[in-house]
């Protein structure tokens, strides 16, 4: 076990992203609205050693009644518009929208049109657009952060 | 390929097959619900369909026969509208919108009540409902239903070109692309009669373990943070982290999106890079090994791991269980053996000695097939890799199949053609298979135990909904 944290410090050091002390943070609440689960793997990898998103004071939170941004992949489903609206009326305000990923964006979208809504922004207002099919971890964070500093807030 | 045949006939042929040991490995509707085709496949990879007419909007059923086929069955009847004689209850998988009574099964008793999760789940999980019937904390039994993601991508690729069609499979998921796309690629070929050269089947085999390299250390993260254990699921992220790069660095996307064609491979890797990338993958096998003794010598985490989520020799078998959650019950099921398609030579899969189908046999499954998966990337990028085109030379036909394996288990692809236009293509892929047994494998558990029950099989929503 010993090692294993030697190691993860080690790697800590060496080569995470350098983190600017902003003193503010952002919780996130993600909702897959029917992705390829590629976003989602991405997205899992930005909080690993490598990035480590929870250093910037990012971090993914259980509850969108705890959340401050609602983290949205897929091209919205048909059966997913209602979970997807439940989550967002159920995030306390100010809140904010960010589509993660090309689907979400209405990019390239695959599917039947009777299975589909849409792009996220038919149905809720996006404040920050993450685009790349999947956005590489990098694009992730560093997108995020700048919705941390308030560049991307709309 | 057997023309359609009576209803009789069609299930006493399945029947007679299983016997003879070949497996059932997917049915769909097809004709416009004309017809219902079972796809069949012997432990030596060999192939074949049975068809039956379907009249009066009924075809007969052989859930009895194979077990497996109950979510095929269930998906023909809400998306084409076929019945099936003798699957009672049919309940619906894909359709939603339905009384609770339609789709879950009833668990009477004393004092059982019922617990929902989902479709949003707490983490960076995707969307899926989980409906456990529990008594205090003991789950007696769990209906999954998915198909929250469902796009409708089968039926939406209908009509585009067999080029085109590639990208319905490919994206029907993202942590099964490769394997996805090479079952179609393979199945295109077959249907076209074009067969394979050593480059080509050298270059898809590369894939496919560069695919299942990243995806095996990510199930071992998952299990890690299925416990709580954030030091094992941080080093094994950073892991994952450092294979995405690898696949990055030889094919220009992370998850090596783009590299499998129908008919050929435009894969490039020359002597530097192969060089390079076998120096990065002894690397993550030494990392890899060094915090895999960690995690063995961590008694509190171990201490989770067995005898939750058991799925027994016999029982994998009759619910047609693939992949690892099989192999770790025993059951030595691997679409590498005898892959004429792929590389894989004599390949032969390898089994725990433990083999007892718990949690521990699944995630210590896992770590036995990664070095596996290194040596043979090793092997395969010890020179330069070129493009190559698949050769004519095989027989046309109408109907097309191919099968790969995904870190997940066997996925196998009919490709139907109109010409060269898709008329029909089914995608039944390893987390399709092994949904059915994670619900078996999370009865008699306690409920805190499925997320660790789940994260041992990992399996994809996305490929399963399509």
């Not at chain 1, 690993?48 to 992949?73: E, I, K, W």
């Not at chain 1, 299975?115 to 990098?138: N, S, W, Y």
């Not at chain 2, 309940?91 to 009384?99: G, I, K, N, Q």
């Not at chain 2, 398609?341 to 725990?352: C, S, T, W």
Request: aromatic share 6%; hydrophobic share 45%.
């Amino acid at each position: 076990m010993l090692t294993l944290l030697r190691d993860l410090r080690l790697l800590r050091r060496q080569i995470a992203l350098s983190a600017p002390d902003r003193g503010r943070s952002l919780a996130l609440r993600h909702v897959d609205a029917g992705s390829c689960n590629g976003c989602e793997h991405e997205l899992t990898l930005a909080t690993n050693p490598y990035y480590d998103l929870q250093r910037f004071g990012l971090g993914v939170v259980a509850s969108p009644r705890h959340a401050d941004v609602l983290l949205v992949t897929g091209a919205v489903t048909t059966r997913m518009r209602e979970p997807l609206l439940i989550a967002y009326h159920a995030m306390p305000e100010p809140r904010r929208v960010a589509a993660l990923g090309d689907c979400a964006l209405g990019c390239g979208l695959l599917g039947r049109q009777e299975e589909l809504v849409g792009p996220v922004e038919t149905i809720l207002p996006v404040d920050a657009r993450i685009p790349g099919c999947p956005p590489t971890p990098e694009t992730i964070a560093k997108l995020l952060l700048q919705l941390i500093d308030g560049a991307a807030m709309g | 390929m057997s023309v359609a045949g009576t209803a009789g006939a069609y299930r006493e042929r399945i029947a007679a097959a299983l016997d003879e040991g070949w497996r059932f490995a997917g049915l769909h509707a097809s004709e416009g619900g004309a017809v219902v085709r079972t796809l069949l496949v012997d432990p030596g990879g060999d192939t074949r369909l049975e068809t039956v007419a379907i009249q009066g909007g009924v075809a007969p059923s052989i859930v009895d026969l194979a077990h497996g086929a109950a979510w095929d069955e269930r998906e023909a009847h809400d998306l084409h509208g076929v019945g099936f004689d003798g699957h009672e209850p049919l309940r619906p998988l894909v359709d939603h919108d339905l009384d609770l009574e339609a789709w879950t099964v009833p668990v009477r008793g004393d004092g059982p009540y019922q617990v929902a999760v989902g479709p949003i789940h707490a983490g960076v999980i995707e969307s899926g409902h989980f409906r456990f019937h529990v008594v205090g904390d003991l789950i007696l039994h769990l209906d999954a239903r998915l198909f929250y993601k469902h796009r409708g991508l089968e039926r939406a690729a209908e009509g585009h070109t067999l080029d085109a069609g590639l990208a319905y499979a490919a994206r029907a998921c993202a942590a099964c692309s490769i394997t996805n796309s090479v079952a179609y690629a393979h199945a295109c070929e077959d249907a076209l009669g074009l067969e394979t050269t050593p480059e080509l089947a050298r270059a898809r085999t590369i894939l496919l373990e560069l695919e299942r390299a990243w995806s095996h250390l990510n199930d071992i993260a998952a299990v890690c943070a299925g416990v709580g254990l954030a030091a094992g699921n941080n080093r094994f992220s950073a892991l994952t982290e450092q294979a995405r790069r690898l696949n990055a660095a030889l094919t220009g996307h992370r998850f090596l999106f783009g590299s499998v064609h129908v008919g050929g491979s435009s894969l490039e890797i020359d002597a530097a890079a192969a060089q390079t990338a076998r120096e990065e993958l002894a690397a993550i096998d030494a990392e890899a090994r060094s915090a895999w003794r960690e995690l063995l010598f961590n008694a509190s985490f171990q201490d989770r791991l067995p005898d939750v989520g058991v799925v027994a020799t016999d029982d994998a078998v009759r619910l047609g269980a693939v992949g690892p959650s099989a192999r770790a019950a025993g059951v030595p099921d691997d679409a590498r053996i005898g892959a004429g398609r792929l590389a894989y030579g004599d390949f032969e899969p390898v089994l725990p000695r433990r083999a007892v189908g718990d949690v521990r046999a699944r995630f210590e499954q896992r770590a036995l097939e990664l070095p596996q998966s290194l040596d043979l990337l090793a092997s395969l990028l010890d020179r330069p890799l070129r493009p190559a085109d698949a050769t004519p030379g095989g027989e046309e036909c109408k109907i097309g199949v191919g099968r790969a394996e995904s870190p997940r288990g066997a996925t196998s692809c009919v490709v139907e053609r109109d010409g060269d236009r898709l008329a029909r293509l089914r995608l039944r892929t390893g987390s399709y298979a092994n949904w059915p047994v994670v619900a078996f494998a999370a009865a008699h558990n306690m409920l805190p135990d499925f997320p660790l029950i789940n994260k041992s099989f990992e399996l994809c929503y996305a490929c399963a909904d399509r």
